[in-house]
Structures are given as C-alpha cells and as structure tokens.
Antibody, heavy 117, light 107 residues
Framework: VQLVESGGGLVQRGGSLRLSCAASGLTFSSYSMSWVRQAPGKGLEWLSYITGGSSTTYYADSVKDRFTIYRDNTKNSLFLEMSSLRDEDTAVYYC???????????WGQGTVVTVSS | DIQMTQSPSTLSASVGDRVTITCRASQSIRNWLAWYQQKPGKAPNLLIYMASNLATGVPSRFSGSGSGTDFTLTISSLQPDDVATYHCQHYYSSPWTFGQGTKVEIK
C-alpha cells in the first residue's frame, strides 16, 4: 500500500491550493481517508475525513468552510481543496488511510505547504 | 473537544532501559486510543491501536495499556532505532485529536 501526496508549495496569504494523494496497492474505494497536518515543530492535527463512497465528510473547526475534501475513486485519488489560506496553515500535509475506528493505519510521505505574506 | 496530554515532552534514556510514556484524555475515551511513532523527517507510523493492540510488524518490545482517561506506551528495552517522537491519538468522537508528542532520545 502506498500513498503519495503532491501539490504543496508556496502560496500567498489568502490564496488557494489543491493537494492530491495518489493511492496504490489497495482497493481505494473501500477505505475512508483523512488529511492530517503538522506545523513546523508542532504536533499532529487531524483536518478532514471522507468515507469510501464520499457520503460522509468531517472537518476540524480550524479548516471548516475553508477546506474541502473529496475523492475520485476511478483515479484512486484523494484531494484537499484549500482556500483563504492563513499563515497558520503552513505545515506538512499528510493523507492517511483511516480505519473503521478512525485511527490512521497507512500514511503518505507528506507535502509541504508554506503560506507567505 | 477532547484534549490529549502527553508526558513527558522529552525523555532521555540509555539503550536497554524500560521507557514509559503517558497520555491522558480530558474525558473518558474507553480504549479508543492509538499510538504512532514518527522518526525525524518521516511520516508517522501506527504502533498501537485500541490502546493495547500492536500494529502489524511492530516489535514486541512495544506495548500499550490503559482505558478511560489514562494510557501508557512502554518500550521494554530501548533500542537506538526507537529514537523518535511518539504521539497518542483518540478516536472516540470527532474531532480526533493528538497529544503534543513525546521525543525519545538516547542518553
């Protein structure tokens, strides 16, 4: 099982960015997925969750109404659409396979997002 | 939201020592707790789920215990490969939150 994130980069405050996560080695549509981030020198923060069929999504308050999670099971891909980016969104963003109990059993290598003023 | 508090923040021990990390939840989370190991510059890796179940491929020197609000991660004999930051995470209810992490170093 492999998860590979992409789409990170440098973006201006208030800007937008779309992160992608390409999955392989698993029946992607059978699994819920999440995004988790880690700001420089800080702990882990869960951001968003989506079920295998996209029927249910959850968001942390810190990103609700600014970030949107979605997936394309035909392309084994997960996405995070980020808008109204703030300095505090600077972090490494990980996609993670999410168990039925909501722990994270497979992680990608992460993609770095830097929000600059 | 349920708050997770880990202690200590940093731990320095000798090779072969028994190491214990504590994680406390702000309310009961039954046994809905996971532990992750994160080596420097790498992604986290699942160590333990349901408070005490070892994930696939995790060495048996790692163990977890606890229920309710108080949990521990124990390394029975610290190895150089165990240098990492360890994170606890509850999954009792959304939002799922992590502790602040415990950095383990070799003395």
């Amino acid at each position: 099982v492999q998860l590979v994130e992409s789409g990170g980069g440098l973006v201006q405050r208030g800007g937008s960015l779309r992160l992608s996560c390409a999955a392989s080695g698993l029946t992607f549509s059978s699994y819920s997925m999440s995004w988790v981030r880690q700001a420089p020198g800080k702990g882990l923060e869960w951001l968003s969750y989506i079920t295998g069929g996209s029927s249910t999504t959850y968001y942390a308050d810190s990103v609700k109404d600014r970030f949107t999670i979605y997936r394309d099971n035909t392309k084994n891909s997960l996405f995070l659409e980020m808008s109204s980016l703030r300095d505090e969104d600077t972090a490494v963003y990980y996609c993670a396979r999410t168990s039925n109990y909501a722990f994270f059993d497979v992680w990608g290598q992460g993609t770095v997002v830097t929000v600059s003023s | 939201d349920i708050q997770m508090t880990q202690s200590p923040s940093t731990l320095s021990a000798s090779v072969g020592d028994r190491v214990t990390i504590t994680c406390r939840a702000s309310q009961s989370i039954r046994n809905w707790l996971a532990w992750y190991q994160q080596k420097p510059g790498k992604a986290p890796n699942l160590l333990i789920y349901m408070a005490s179940n070892l994930a696939t491929g995790v060495p048996s020197r790692f163990s977890g215990s606890g229920s309710g609000t108080d949990f521990t991660l124990t390394i029975s004999s610290l190895q150089p490969d165990d240098v990492a930051t360890y994170h606890c995470q509850h999954y009792y209810s959304s939002p799922w939150t992590f502790g602040q992490g415990t950095k383990v170093e070799i003395k």
